[in-house]
């Protein structure tokens, strides 16, 4: 019996090199890398069918700061 194995394809995105870093560091101590959280977040995006989290905007935002 054979298997159906799916194919794999790159994902390619610009950050801030400081967020890139954060972020790493952030997931490394939970265990996981970019990839893998990447892989929850699109997961839950296509289950739910809308972002996994709240995103509001920041009050505090203006074109001025």
């Known amino acids: 019996m054979m298997t159906k194995t799916n194919p794999k394809t790159t994902i390619s995105i610009r950050v801030d090199d400081d967020l890139k870093k954060e972020t790493e560091k952030t997931l490394d101590s939970m265990g996981m890398n970019m990839t893998t959280a990447f892989t929850i977040f699109a997961k839950a995006l296509v289950k739910?069918?809308?972002?996994p989290f709240e995103i509001t905007a920041d009050p505090f935002y203006s074109k001025d700061n």
């Open 48 to 51: 739910q069918q809308r972002f």
